[in-house]
């Protein structure tokens, strides 16, 4: 189950999907639900300790939910900001481009080599 929805991150990034709540009818959406997947588990990744339990729609702290939402943006976008604000999400030290990073370092304890 997905924790963030077509529709948010359609609202959240302002790409003007059309075809209602689905939004099925804009050839844009498959790749946006690839999106959705793949920044789910670059963010999920990030995290640590795992939530336990493991976050719903429902119980998913709303800086996860932004920081799903602005990494499927980068994912869309490509650039070379975008790319530097996922690598960030490596575990290396986040950069001041990294608002993906900034956003979850509170859900992030550190583990020593």
């Known amino acids: 189950m997905a924790l963030v929805t077509v529709a948010q991150v359609n609202a959240g990034l302002r790409l ?6 689905s939004f099925e009818a804009d050839e844009r959406t498959a790749d946006i639900e690839l999106k959705i997947k793949q920044a789910e588990d670059i963010v ?9 339990p493991a976050w719903t729609a429902e119980t998913v ?14 994912l869309l976008d490509g650039g070379e900001e975008a790319m530097e604000a996922i690598s960030g999400l490596s ?17 992030r304890k550190p583990t020593l080599a």
């Open 61 to 74: 702290p709303p800086r996860v939910t932004a920081a799903i939402i602005m990494t499927v943006g980068f």
């Open 91 to 107: 575990g290396a030290p986040a950069g001041p481009k990294n608002p993906i990073a900034a956003l979850l370092r509170r859900l």
């Open 44 to 52: 999920l990744d990030f995290v640590q300790p795992k939530p336990q």
């Open 16 to 21: 003007d999907l059309v075809g209602g709540p």
